[in-house]
């Protein structure tokens, strides 16, 4: 049996590279230990089979940002521990390949209240996060809220333009009717609490809120507790 050896060293002797890119190979999720990929260089290997995936790049692992559907009753700071390899969607066709390091130094960016569900963001990069944090309020998001009651005359008018929220004019947005009783917002900026507060100005009770987008980029058939990558081409 051959002595134990560091990986990055190891796959340095087999493919002839250097040592950081034989790090950034491991780092990356490029290189397979028996099969399955092993992201710590300094792991120790003896006469294991180790492969270098095609197309390996050397290049500094990537942060990654996820769009998580949140169940309604959930608190925010509850919502990272939901992003785990095994809540990751099978709908994911970003292509991008599952390593253990993006499940570190994750935050919630564009929370929803405690009873709210739909898409939020957990994001390890830095670019994502201060842009949605900077400008997320000059987005369109789009609402489904399910409601009962009665719609008050010009109802839908009065919410697409014409109501107040905590004693400030809100600016126009766009309301239709989904079915007969989801109504469907487009809108920016959004408060806690202003769907609710909206609906009950027009007669209606409001039963459920779910958020179906951010900007352009959407929620899509996520189940509630799954998640899927940030497409590298998405711009919110």
Partial sequence: MTDPIRLDKRLTSLIGCSRGDA???????????????????????????????????????????????????????????????ESRSELDATGVTLLQRHFHALQLVMPLSDDESGLVVVSQEGRVISHLKDRGATLEQEYLVEVSGELAPYGMKRLAHGLSFRSWPLPPCKVSWQNETRLRFAIKPVHPGQLRDMCAQVGLEVISIRRLRIGRVAMGKLVPGQWRYLAPDERF
């Fill in 23 to 85: 790090q950034r190979y491991i780092e990356g999720g490029w290189v397979t230990v028996n099969g399955q990929v092993v992201e710590q260089p300094q792991t120790m290997v003896t006469d294991e089979d180790i492969v270098l995936r095609e197309n390996a790049e050397a290049t500094r692992t990537e942060t990654v940002s996820m769009l998580l559907h949140k169940p309604a009753g959930m608190r925010s700071d509850e919502l990272c521990a939901l992003v785990t390899p």
